[in-house]
Structure formats: C-alpha cells, structure tokens
C-alpha cells in the first residue's frame, strides 16, 4: 500500500546520515541560496545561452565549470561552509 511505502521509505531516512533532496525553483531561496533569475541570481552573472548551451559546453567546458564553481561555493557558504 501507498501508507506502508511511504513508511518504509521514511525509516530508510531516518537511518541514513545524510540526504539529497531535488526539488523544484524557490527551495534554495529559503535556504540562503540565491536562485537563478532574480536580481543578483546566477544568469544576472552568466548567460545560460552562453555558459550552459551545449555547444559551446563543448567548445568551451570553462566556462561552464567556471560558473559551476561560484554556484558551489553559493551553497557551501549558504550551507554554513567557509570560503578561503
């Protein structure tokens, strides 16, 4: 049954050290991560035409690595990590 599913789904939880969670826009925001297209968000900085379009990805793997450094950084910071 769906009850005894979503049991067993929320003990694996429990159990487990840690979780990944993939949800939708807005999330991060709450978090202290500033999301994509707002004011200040990742594309005001990057392009995703540009940084994120898989030809040039594959032209230029930089410069997508590149704004997935600051992203990573945005939410190791936002996760109580510190940048040095």
Known sequence: SVEEALEA???VIAR???MTAFTGAG?????GIPDFRSPG???SKYNPGIYCEYSNFCRSPHLFWQ???E???EVHAANGGTIE
């Open 9 to 11: 789904a929320a003990e």
């Open 16 to 18: 487990s050290g840690s």
């Open 27 to 31: 999330i991060s925001v709450e978090s």
């Open 41 to 43: 968000g990742l594309w």
């Open 67 to 69: 704004m997935g450094r």
């Open 71 to 73: 992203l990573a950084l």
